[in-house]
């Protein structure tokens, strides 16, 4: 009985030494001699180390007394068996290895290796004679893995050096493995490098990671190449097989060769000049940065030397390859993607981790090493140093930087070694946290601790964009304390045009405007402005950002509001670069009301407002000033500058469709009439020194009146008055003559955004017509003189200003020539399809290409909304529904009453919207108006991108609208022409 109550004191005993399970560590312990049990306690995990060294004892009989006489062995065992469960295996399956544990250095790892396979390292022709070389192979390589873990965790090596030597030891490992595969292959007519890429590469490999390789053959003299690349092929498949083949020992890694020209899809091996016509003609530039890091590491050193130097110039001249912009910024935009994508506790791809390092500096690299041999580093941290004393990156972010890799990396080590598999996720049991947090040192609260470095590492990481990119172009052009490195203004010149502006000379001259001097706004901007350079870069036009940025900056610079709310509303910022980069209209509007800033904040703001609102605000302006209408027009023009900007970003970030945006703009329309017409009849009763002496309406026409309008619409409107019956005819003709002048004259006056033109061409006898007249004239001309194409003219016509009344008045009157009883007779159908036809003929602008004009083109606006039109001059005055101004309702008008197939219906709806949407965004971006997609290439990307397609997607872009085009034109073919 005296035998259990001792299992249990050792067991408490146990428990307060830190063992997490003190029964089952006393049952384990009870052959090994306390001390050795109690000197676990130091370990990262005793429990674990406590199983291995006790399975280690039952093979080693004199384990204790060797641990006593060799502390070197005894502490870097204990390091490992409190890490590695997978390296506490293999010394059970292996004892003899301990005693490798005691050595200072190993030797030199491939010829070691290359003996473990039987292969003399000094002969010509190495041949594999071991009974089982694979496993043979696999037992010494992690034998020196062994050895390496144990200097690791012992802290004998810095994390750098253990990177290079599993770097090394896997570069033997692939010799060791092409001895075997030569072994297993007959014949000698090629010679065979293995270069290897990646990690291995640039020797900062992991312990357990997929070994990144390209392989290049040449022929022996006097071989047939294609023999000879058969026997390469088979070769490098045998060498792959051999690292990842499964034996009793397990597999050492995969080889991967996923890097080599045309990927996967590509031949295994090349022949150097294979390899080197394919970089120099179809390599993309992420393929270059990937061969930043190519470095020899089997087989013919020879021509493994000659493929590093021959690649490597063309590394280093890839900056001035046509496309090196937009290849940049298509990587940055996948390693966004990838932070996205991966939690945060992913330590390679997620937020702050390795990839953004390792990206950021490879991206420097390549912009700055063209000009700079001493950037031509492979591994992260010595070019990261290189960086620095150049003066590219700010040595205090260069030390942070250095810092959070090699936490990440020893974290990362720390995570492999465990079970010895591939893995950049951390865990989240306590356990598994305890066990790092004491591997990293930490000890009165190990997972707290850890946790914490592991936070602020990653939040320092996640800051590389600013840090590494853009805050040195400040340190280039302001007045920054001495301690900052600077860029010279070539390199930063560089590196604005590797992030995409057009102008970097014109970029660093405003970056300096911004941020020089030791106001308080400067210092703000240059907090601000690294953010915002990155933002501009990801925008269609970098410079016009930062140009529209300083153009508003320098009149709300001195606002105390402004840069407060840019600087802690990230929101706001980020809008602001992306509208700013990407709309000339926009920018004009802002730099113009630049307080309309504040409407970026959240999507409530960018709604855009009811019509009656905005109407009481205009109403109310106007009444502020009084007789003064000069200035109460300007208030209502400001109103609808604030406004047209409000819907303009709604548009730009998707908070408005194409409909929506018409209906907004149209409304906003009719708002800045009723108010200017207002002041317009205050002005002619002032002038009269009488009331005035007639009713008046604005009907609004055309675009306006359908609820249709683009930003670059003028008001089609037509003039209808009702003269007061104290009012002779002269009298009140005179009167709505003078208030139709005013209001065209109060829009026109000069301001600084947008006119609204007010264009009466519509009304009856065009220009050579009275621009007024009354009720009655209206009435008695359509009834006597009418023709088709003014009946199709007043489908739009809708009440926009003056008196209501009038206005109804005359949609009534309206509404007889549009929708004549019985519809239209075959005569006039045909006279609108001539007209149609002649207008396709004469009034395409001269040398335009009509397959790429979204209003008279194929398939486009016109040949929409005509269709449109015939059905309601044929139908409307049966159907109701087809009752309205608007060419979408009454599509799907038609398709309720049985008129047009819901097909067809949708095809004219898509082509209709496909255009006003390109014609809005042309106005957009270039800030004039226009109606055929750009013949010039940059500002046909611009319209793409803002209209939501990628960098690169200006042709998906032309083959789309011509795609939806040609389908609409074949449905206005059937429906409008034949049917």
């Known amino acids: ?142 034998g020196r893995l062994l050895h390496i873990a144990a200097r690791d965790l012992t802290g004998e090596s810095a994390p750098a050096e253990v990177m290079t030597e599993l770097s090394d030891l896997a570069g033997a490992a692939l010799e060791a493995a092409l001895a075997v595969a030569r072994d297993e292959t007959p014949g000698d007519t090629v010679r065979l490098a293995v270069i290897g890429m990646g990690k291995c590469g640039a020797r900062e490999l992991n312990y357990i ?86 470095r020899p590491v089997a087989g013919d050193a020879e021509l493994g030397a000659a493929y590093v130097a021959a690649v490597s110039e063309l590394v280093w001249s890839a900056a001035t390859r046509p496309g090196f912009v937009e290849d940049v910024q298509a990587m940055r935009r996948r390693v966004e993607r990838h932070v996205l994508a991966e939690g945060e506790r992913e330590l390679k791809l997620g937020p702050g981790g390795l990839r953004d390092i390792e990206f950021a500096v490879q991206l420097l690299q390549l912009v700055h090493g063209r000009l700079d041999p001493l950037l031509r580093r492979r591994a992260t941290l010595p070019a990261l140093a290189a960086l620095s004393r150049g003066g590219y990156v700010g040595r205090e972010d260069a030390k942070g930087l250095a810092e959070a890799y090699t936490f990440l990396r020893r974290v990362e080590h720390l995570l492999q070694l465990h079970r010895l598999r591939r893995t950049h996720l951390l865990p989240t049991g306590a356990d598994d946290l305890r066990r790092l947090g004491r591997a990293l040192g930490a000890t009165a609260d190990p997972v707290g601790e850890f946790t914490a470095r592991w936070r602020g590492h990653a939040r320092e990481a996640r800051r590389l964009h600013e840090k590494l990119f853009y805050r040195p172009l400040l340190q280039a052009v302001a007045r920054l304390p001495e301690s900052e490195s600077r860029l010279s203004t070539a390199a930063a010149l560089a590196r604005l045009e590797a992030l995409g502006y057009v102008d970097p000379a014109g970029a660093l001259r405003h970056i300096a405007a911004l941020s020089t001097g030791v106001t308080r706004r400067a210092a703000i901007q240059r907090t601000l402005l690294p953010v915002m350079l990155g933002w501009f870069a990801d925008a269609p036009d970098p410079d016009a950002g930062l140009l529209g940025f300083r153009q508003v900056s320098d009149k709300l610079g001195a606002t105390p509001w402004y840069l407060r709310l840019l600087r802690d509303e990230t929101a706001v910022a980020s809008r602001m670069a992306r509208v700013l980069g990407t709309s000339r209209y926009a920018t004009g509007l802002l730099t113009h009301a630049p307080d309309a800033v504040a409407l970026l904040g959240s999507d409530a703001d960018l709604v855009p407002r009811r019509a009656d609102t905005l109407l009481g605000e205009a109403v109310a302006a106007v009444s502020r000033h009084g007789d003064e209408a000069e200035n109460a027009v300007a208030a209502v023009r400001a109103l609808r500058r604030r406004e047209l900007f409000r819907t303009a970003v709604a548009d730009l970030v998707g908070l408005a469709d194409i409909e929506r945006v018409g209906e907004a703009l149209s409304d906003l329309n009719d708002v800045t009439l009723r108010a200017a017409l207002d002041a317009a009849v205050s002005r002619v009763e002032l002038e009269r020194r009488a009331p005035l002496p007639t009713r008046f309406a604005v009907i609004a026409m055309g675009r306006l009146g359908g609820m249709e309008c683009s930003y670059a619409s003028d008001a089609d409107v037509m003039f209808v008055h009702a003269p007061l019956e104290a009012a002779t005819e002269r009298q009140a003709a005179d009167a709505a003559f003078a208030v139709a002048g005013q209001l065209r004259r109060l829009l026109s006056l000069p301001a600084p955004d947008p006119p609204l033109l007010i264009d009466p061409d519509l009304r009856p006898e065009g220009r050579q017509g009275p621009l007024v007249r009354t009720l009655a ?19 739009r016509a809708r009440f926009s200003a003056g008196d209501a009344e009038l206005g109804a008045a005359f949609t009534a009157i309206a509404d007889e020539i549009r929708y004549p009883d019985g519809g239209l007779d075959e005569s006039a159908v045909r006279e609108i399809r001539r007209l149609k036809a002649r207008m396709e003929a004469e009034r395409l602008p001269r040398g335009a290409d009509p397959g790429l004009h979204t209003k008279l083109g194929p398939g486009g606006l016109s040949d929409v909304e005509w269709v449109a039109q015939l059905l309601q001059l044929r139908h409307a005055y049966a159907v109701p529904a087809l009752r309205t101004t608007q060419t979408l309702r009454t599509l799907r008008a038609a398709v309720e009453a049985g008129l047009l197939d819901a097909g067809d219906a949708e095809v004219l709806a898509e082509a209709w919207r496909c255009a006003s949407r390109i014609r809005d965004a042309i106005m957009l971006v270039k800030g004039r108006p226009g109606d055929s997609v750009p013949s010039d290439a940059r500002e046909r990307r611009l319209i793409a991108q803002t209209l939501g397609y990628a960098p690169d997607g200006s042709e998906d872009f032309l083959d789309d609208y011509r795609r939806v085009t040609r389908r609409a034109r074949q449905v206005v073919e059937r429906v409008f022409y034949e049917s």
């Not at 293999?90 to 005693?99: D, E, K, N, S, T």
Request: proline residues 6%; hydrophobic residues 50%.
């Open 1 to 142: 009985m005296g035998y259990v109550p001792r299992i249990e004191s050792t067991a408490a005993r146990l428990a307060k030494l830190g063992f997490a399970d003190g029964a089952r560590a006393a049952r384990l312990s009870e052959n090994l001699p306390d001390d050795l049990v109690e000197a676990l306690v130091g370990v990262a995990d005793p429990d674990l180390a406590l199983t291995s060294l006790t399975r280690l004892a039952e093979r080693l009989p004199g384990l204790a007394a060797t641990l006593r006489a060799d502390p070197v062995v005894r502490e870097r065992l204990y390091a490992v068996l409190g890490v590695s469960a997978a390296l506490g295996e293999h010394l059970v399956r292996h004892p003899g290895q301990l005693a490798w544990l005691a050595a200072a250095d190993l030797g030199e790892a491939r010829a070691a290796l290359l003996a473990s396979v039987g292969a003399d390292p000094d002969a010509p022709e190495p041949r594999a004679a071991a009974k089982d070389p694979l496993v043979a192979l696999r037992v010494a390589y992690r």
């Open 209 to 294: 990671s997929d070994v990144d390789v390209i392989f290049v053959a040449e022929p022996r003299d006097g071989a047939d190449e294609t023999e000879a690349l058969a026997l390469a092929t088979r070769l490098a498949q045998a060498t792959m097989r051999a690292c990842s083949a499964a034996t009793p020992e397990g597999a050492l890694w995969e080889v991967d060769a996923g890097l080599r020209p045309e990927g996967r899809a590509g031949p295994l091996v090349r022949t150097l000049a294979s390899h080197l016509a394919y970089y120099r003609r179809w390599a993309k530039t992420w393929e270059f940065q990937a061969l930043l890091k190519a």
């Open 777 to 795: 004239s209206y009435a008695a001309y359509y009834a006597r003189w009418s023709s088709p194409w003014e009946s199709q003219a007043l489908l």
